[in-house]
């Protein structure tokens, strides 16, 4: 009998620890998905503030000939192509800013999910993946932005030079946000393989119990 209450004890302890465990990845990987979601609408407010200030709102004046022909001084490009710019970056702060919220309000909903080990290990290796395509998507929207801007330059037309300037400098941002992110999150996810390679669950169909390896 003494044996027994020992075993189950043992179990019960056992599962507590898993479930512990667990939780604690769980909520290390939510914590730097949703810290990083506030970063990445703090850059968006950012974005919509500057470009509702300086992007339709240039002051900007060109000069008319006496036949009646518009000359486009070089102080009226520069601030067409800063107007552009601004705009450009007004886009990419709603998106920016649109997709942190809904973001961080479904990782908050996470919070109260109670996940298995397979559960938990799937999750993590998604939110990694996620990161690793955007890193791929960010190199693309550099490589539109720098083609905008030699085109742009090419045919001197400001509304190109402006927009390939704005999303040359959005793509860095999210490069680097996106590289730091899988960082993070490849770090979290790699204690987690640990934990569960030296602590495999085993499931017999029935009961459910964890493998500790002395």
Do not use: C
């Amino acid at each position: 009998m003494k044996k027994i209450l020992t075993l189950v004890l043992i179990i019960l302890s056992s599962h507590a620890f898993a479930q512990d465990s667990l939780k604690k990845y769980n909520a290390s990987r939510i914590g730097i998905t949703s810290s990083g979601m506030e970063v990445l609408g703090g850059w968006g407010i950012a974005n919509l503030g500057t470009g509702a200030i300086w992007g339709w709102n240039t002051g900007a004046t060109a000069t008319v000939n006496v036949g009646g022909n518009v000359v486009y001084s070089t102080s009226y490009l520069t601030s067409q192509q800063t107007k552009y710019f601004f705009q450009m970056n007004t886009i990419w702060g709603a998106v920016n800013f649109g997709t942190a919220l809904i973001s961080f309000e479904s990782f908050q909903k996470d919070k109260k999910k109670h996940l298995t080990a397979a559960e938990t290990l799937k999750e993590q290796e998604r939110i990694e993946k996620i990161f690793r395509i955007n890193e791929g998507l960010d190199v693309a929207y550099l490589g539109v932005g720098i083609y905008l801007k030699l085109v742009g330059d090419h045919r001197n037309s400001p509304i190109m030079k402006g927009y390939g300037e704005s999303i040359i400098m959005q793509g860095a941002f999210l490069l680097v946000f996106d590289g730091i992110m899988y960082h993070n999150e490849k770090g979290n996810g790699g204690k987690l393989r640990h934990f569960l390679e030296k602590h495999p669950m085993t499931f017999n169909g029935k009961q459910v119990g964890m493998i500790f390896n002395m």
